[in-house]
């Protein structure tokens, strides 16, 4: 399968815990998303890479929350001491840039699900 | 900031009805649209985008989409639904520039045999 893949799909964590999930973009892509999703909403942005640098954060992403690309290619998510509302889908999406244009096709893993109890 | 509505949030049709799906954007500027579509247990797929050109799009599975710039719309539609497209859809918009997408809360389609 050359798609997006994530690593693990589902998580039970205690809270106050550390978790971290891993996303493998297509291998041709540079730009990587991690998007977040709860019940009865669309998924919500959290951060995103271009290469390894990461270029935007949004106001969802406190400071319990950490992303790295280290080389370009995987990326990993960490959260610390874990909070009830911290459940939710991970989703992990890549694309690659059209060359002089903008927008692109993002590709959307199948997500981590994280369960805080 | 961008937001993205989609008024219906659950839609129940019989097999060969007509569908439209609405899909509403607040900032007026360059936008690239996109609908996704989530089938039960699956991750998200590409349904069809608009980038420019011709405002009316067509996508897989023959569900089209119609940009109207000056309503900041981006329905779907498809003239004759299956019991396969029973899923969830979502309308996301994405600022040229701000390289991220903006989702809606999608819109669950539940087509009856």
């Known amino acids: 399968d050359t798609g997006v893949s994530q690593d693990p799909r589902h998580k039970i964590t205690k809270r106050g815990q550390n978790v971290t999930f891993r996303c493998d973009p297509i291998s041709e892509h540079n730009r990587l998303y991690w998007y977040r999703q709860t019940l009865g909403q669309g998924p919500e942005f959290l951060t995103y890479?271009?290469?390894?640098?990461?270029?935007?954060k949004s106001r969802l992403l406190s400071d319990r929350f950490s992303a790295e690309r280290p080389k370009g290619s995987f990326s990993t998510l960490e959260i610390q001491r874990t909070e009830q509302g911290d459940s939710a889908m991970y989703l992990c999406?890549?694309?690659?840039?059209?060359?002089?244009?903008?927008?692109?096709?993002?590709?959307f893993g199948q997500g981590t699900r994280l369960t805080v109890v | 900031a961008q937001s993205v509505s989609q008024h219906n949030h659950h839609v129940i049709l019989s097999e060969a009805a007509s569908l439209e799906l609405g899909c509403n954007y607040s900032?007026?500027?360059?936008?690239?649209l996109f609908w996704y579509v989530q089938y039960p247990g699956q991750h998200l797929q590409l349904l069809l985008k608009y980038f420019s050109g011709d405002p009316l799009v067509k996508g897989i599975k023959g569900f089209e989409a119609e940009f109207i710039k000056s309503k900041f719309s981006f329905n779907l539609r498809k003239p004759s639904v299956q019991w396969s497209d029973t899923a969830e859809y979502f309308c996301a918009v994405e600022d040229t520039g701000f390289q991220k997408l903006v989702f809606g809360t999608g819109t669950r389609l539940l087509v009856s045999p």
């Open positions: 900032y007026g500027g360059t936008v690239n």
């Open positions: 999406a890549s694309s690659h840039p059209r060359t002089g244009l903008t927008g692109a096709e993002a590709f």
């Open positions: 890479f271009q290469n390894e640098a990461q270029l935007e």
